[in-house]
């Protein structure tokens, strides 16, 4: 039997991408995510929400590994969580005698599905299974839906990131130094609020040409160190 | 003998040397951990000389005799030519590297490599509270019919001097661009008397002994008496002002303070004078934000310094939880709020 091992990042929906990427190469697979405090209730709902998927809190891990078949073969994916939790959840496999296969994220930087596989060491290759928006809605918290809705976040399914598109006012091009100031915070505030709850590289944010407000290169400038994407 | 593998970053390369940096000082200085006397340093084709030579002086800052290694390899993640001489071997300790993809290799090539079959290897974790290193050494023996490999790992944290500066965090996005504000043994007499009407008396006499006797500008004014405030804290390592952000120069973002505490906590902390608490309202929520600083958000925090009479009116007119990574502070108690800050263990 094989089991995917990995500690979940803050980036939930990616956690949850792995996994079912794992669980679709057959029946013999299966996925134990390993939570945190901070993690705990968005793998608990991945586990309701397809019944190959284990989450199992870290303090509990030990007691799994203790009951755990001998015919368990471990695949351990590098990449989600802090380097602290992958390397707390890997101590506790070696010290069960386990040695596992490891797995990293490979990706372009286009980010797009089909350049995206979850890759071993030994040149073994699984691609990327696409979360569809309904599954995204189906395991969302609903402050999470709310807070999406009402920022008008939309899910990429291409990208399996949240675009954040800057909405702009009418009246944005007559708007002087101060309000560009404030507006742009706004922004700024919405976009971290958005990585804050969905993990830092699950969000993208972007804007139009600000050219076309008129707006000078300054607000470019620090649209763009926040980590906007978007024209002059 | 020890050797530490260390992977050259190609972002990041002053927080890169500073983990290189206190991660050699404390082989050195902690009883238990070995003598380095060698240090392999992996890097690939798209590293020029001068990044490589600015990890080269950090080694060699350090202890100068430490024989050095260098290793090209095809890409960061495809290390196929670490083996042979430079291969694994026991006693090795490896800096962990950032990305997820070359510590799988690593823990692949641990579990996998012919060259390392048995013996001890050493893992360093420089955690982000800047303060601790977390150390993992493994035991690995190959024994049974199939000589299919043990492993044991055992985790050890362990207390590191403070090697970051701010002034490396902070050159990069604002293009050097600040003041630096020195210590100070004592705050100037003109500002200690600012200072006891700010805390005492009403905002127009604040502001005609500011205007009087400071600063024309009652803004810029509050700010250097801020600054003599700043200057005079025991809990603080660096001290900048007027610090411009914005690509080439062109200052896109003007903040008033970035202190660096004894802790290694980033302080960001802007200066209002007024009398009017929607200003101070406005200014609390734009600190809520998270600085464009590369460095771990669990130890910035922001700080608005005004006047008591407006710092007492914001926490009782408004609600505290709303914002409460801001701290609202006044002349006379900010330099507290910063020790506290400084002497916290973890967050808010």
């Known amino acids: 039997m094989q089991v995917a091992v990995f500690p979940s990042g803050l980036s939930s929906l990616n956690t949850l991408q792995c996994c079912l990427s794992f669980i679709s190469e057959g029946d013999n697979w299966t996925c134990w995510i390993i939570s945190t405090p901070e993690t705990r209730s968005a793998c608990e709902r991945f586990e309701e929400y397809n019944p190959k998927i284990k989450a199992i809190f870290h303090d509990d891990l030990e007691e799994e590994l203790e009951k755990a078949n001998d015919d368990i073969e471990f695949n351990f994916l590098v990449g989600p969580s802090t380097r602290e939790e992958q390397l707390r959840t890997l101590s506790l496999l070696f010290n069960h005698s386990y040695i596992p296969k490891f797995w990293f994220i490979e990706e372009s930087p286009g980010r797009k599905n089909e350049k995206r596989f979850l890759s071993s060491y030994t040149d073994t290759k699984i691609p990327m299974s696409i979360l569809e928006k309904t599954v995204v809605r189906s395991v969302l918290l609903a402050d999470d839906l709310s807070f999406i809705q009402a920022n008008r976040i939309i899910w990429d399914v291409q990208s399996s990131r949240f675009i954040y598109n800057i909405q702009f006012p009418n009246n944005a091009s007559r708007f002087g130094k101060i309000k560009i100031r404030d507006f742009q915070d706004e922004a700024l505030g919405i976009f971290q609020e958005a990585q804050k709850r969905f993990g830092k590289h699950a969000v993208e944010g972007r804007h139009p040409p600000l050219g076309r407000f008129g707006w000078h290169q300054n607000a470019h400038d620090r649209f763009q160190q926040a980590g906007f994407r978007g024209g002059r | 003998m020890s050797r530490l593998i260390f992977f050259a970053q190609p972002h990041n390369i002053e927080w890169a040397v500073t983990k290189l940096n206190s991660t050699l000082h404390l082989f050195q200085q902690q009883d238990g951990l070995p003598l380095i006397e060698r240090v392999l340093l992996l890097y690939d084709n798209s590293f020029s000389r001068d990044m490589i030579d600015e990890h080269v002086n950090a080694i060699k800052n350090i202890n100068y005799k430490i024989d050095l290694d260098e290793l090209v390899t095809p890409t960061l993640g495809e290390v196929s030519n670490w083996n042979g001489d430079y291969g694994l071997r026991d006693k090795d300790w490896i800096l962990l590297p950032h990305p997820g993809i070359l510590l799988g ?239 916290r263990d973890g967050g808010n």
């Not at chain 2, 705050?187 to 500011?210: C, F, N, Q, W």
């Not at chain 2, 960001?268 to 809520?288: P, Y």
């Open chain 2, 105 to 343: 290799k690593i823990l692949h090539e641990i579990t996998n490599s012919f060259d390392f079959r048995e013996g001890n290897i050493g893992l360093c974790h420089p955690n982000p509270d800047g303060k601790t290193i977390t150390m993992f050494a493994l035991h690995k023996t190959t024994s049974g019919p199939a000589g299919l490999p043990k492993i044991r790992m055992k985790k050890v944290p362990l207390e590191t001097d403070n090697f970051q500066t701010l002034k490396t965090i902070l050159d990069k996005p604002s293009n050097g661009n600040y003041n630096t504000v020195l210590p100070l043994a004592t705050i100037p007499m003109v500002h200690k008397r600012a200072i006891d009407i700010l805390v005492k008396g009403t905002h127009e006499e604040s502001l005609k002994y500011i205007i009087d006797n400071i600063n024309k500008s009652a803004g810029f004014g509050f700010e250097s008496i801020v600054q003599s405030i700043l200057s005079t804290s025991r809990d603080l390592t660096e001290i900048y002002h007027s610090v411009s952000f914005g690509a080439d120069n062109r200052e896109s973002q003007e903040e008033d303070f970035f202190v660096l505490t004894k802790s290694q906590q980033i302080i960001w902390i802007s200066c209002k004078f007024t009398k009017t608490i929607g200003v101070i309202r406005n200014e609390v929520k734009r600190l809520r934000l998270i600085p464009p600083l590369t460095f771990p958000k669990e130890r910035i925090y922001s700080i608005l310094a005004t006047s008591r009479h407006m710092a007492e009116k914001y926490y009782s007119e408004s609600d505290k939880d709303e914002y409460p990574d801001v701290h609202v502070c006044h002349v006379e108690n900010i330099n507290e709020k910063i020790y506290s800050i400084s002497n």
